[in-house]
């Protein structure tokens, strides 16, 4: 059995999108800049289908949290879905395939949590886009299934995981901390309810410009504590 | 001439202090959470007046982090005082001495920022209260003369770093990340209304229980930009 694990960028400030994001700057103001660190890796690089790029730690860290994953959930705005169906007005109104072409860099089944029923989109290289829309659980329930004896990824952004950190799903949790301010934007640590010794750390791997925490969720909430 | 550095305990979802603080718990709930790591350290222990204690990554931190301080500079809540003259109705309405007792662990002249004159204290083991009503920049040139070649040590809470950060004022930042959440407080990077690329990262040491982040500070506000 995998695990369930979560990887995502956040600023000192706590934030892991910028303000005001839309379809023309989906991490809002200012969000690029948490991902900055990754794009000239050759771990990232790869599944974009691009070619070259930097080793060392940073690429290591991105090589381990890439390999072993059997599906992956995100939220719809990760995928490309804003308030309304598939947009409010800011992000476009009309039915789209979000933000990811022809060739999405997931290469396995994702599971996108949503309120609208939508049919499977099918993309090159494996990616797949099924459309949940009974909750987290759910969603998990059929990644879990997708993935087998690997791990499920839950990408984001940030009300996904806390929605799995809530129902006490998440197994590991690795944050990259870059040492921005955003100011405002989607903060990760909030609404969580939780018990301040939800986090173990079980590594530090720093580099210039990102720290790589990551933490063992010790405490998990069962439904009887709900 | 000195610098002037700040270091701070920061749960992992930014606050130095939880919620609710009162004189009886002055650090919020779930806030002495932040500090544990420190109090088995022998450089906690010994300007406190206690023998003993461990060594190691996090005690030399303190070690370095305590070394060459001339003068403190805090709050009116850090020294004891809350929203009153010298209180709230939960801090207590009289003037009081603050939390530090007798012999405080200063050993320096300390500067109080504060909206309410009050004549200096003179405690045991070197330490002063002075309390400064004519606001940050005042108490840090203050501060500064007191220190000589040395540095400026500015001990928080969040609001008094905030001032220190927004005046262009501080030279180092060192936050101590503890994986803990406590969900409600004083957060520390707010309010900054700063550049995003405020801070750099110097220095990066972890240890079981906390990672102690060093900063520089690369941009700072001059008075023309305000």
Redesign the interface.
């Known amino acids: 059995m995998g695990k369930v694990t979560a990887d995502i960028s956040m600023?000192?400030?706590?934030f892991v999108a910028g303000p005001d994001p839309d379809r023309e700057d989906p991490l809002g103001v200012?969000g690029m800049?948490l991902h900055e660190w990754v794009f000239g890796l050759a771990a990232w690089r790869e599944p974009h289908g691009l070619e070259g790029g930097t080793t060392g730690p940073d690429n290591e860290v991105i090589e381990e949290a890439s390999a072993n994953i059997g599906a992956v959930v995100m939220g719809r705005r990760m995928f490309g879905g804003g308030e309304g169906p598939w947009g409010d007005p800011a992000w476009g109104d009309e039915p789209w395939e979000g933000w990811w072409g022809e060739e999405p860099p997931f290469h396995t089944p994702v599971f996108v949590l949503t309120h609208h029923a939508r049919e499977q989109l099918t993309k090159q290289g494996g990616t797949t886009f099924t459309f949940v829309t009974d909750g987290i659980e759910s969603a998990l329930e059929q990644a879990k299934a997708a993935a087998g004896d690997k791990n499920v990824s839950v990408a984001g952004g940030a009300s996904v995981i806390q929605q799995v950190l809530r129902a006490g799903l998440l197994d590991e949790l690795q944050?990259h901390?870059v040492?921005?301010?955003?100011?405002d934007g989607a903060r990760l640590?909030?609404r969580?309810?939780?018990?301040?010794?939800?986090?173990?750390?079980t590594r530090?791997i720093?580099s210039?410009?990102v720290?790589h925490?990551r933490?063992r969720v010790v405490k998990r909430r069962t439904e009887a504590e709900d």
Do not use: C, Q
């Not at 600023?11 to 706590?14: F, H, N």
């Not at 969580?192 to 750390?201: R, S």
């Open positions: 600023s000192l400030d706590g200012g800049a944050i901390l040492p921005i301010l955003l100011g640590l909030e969580l309810d939780a018990d301040p010794n939800l986090l173990e750390t530090v720093d210039p410009g720290t925490l933490f």
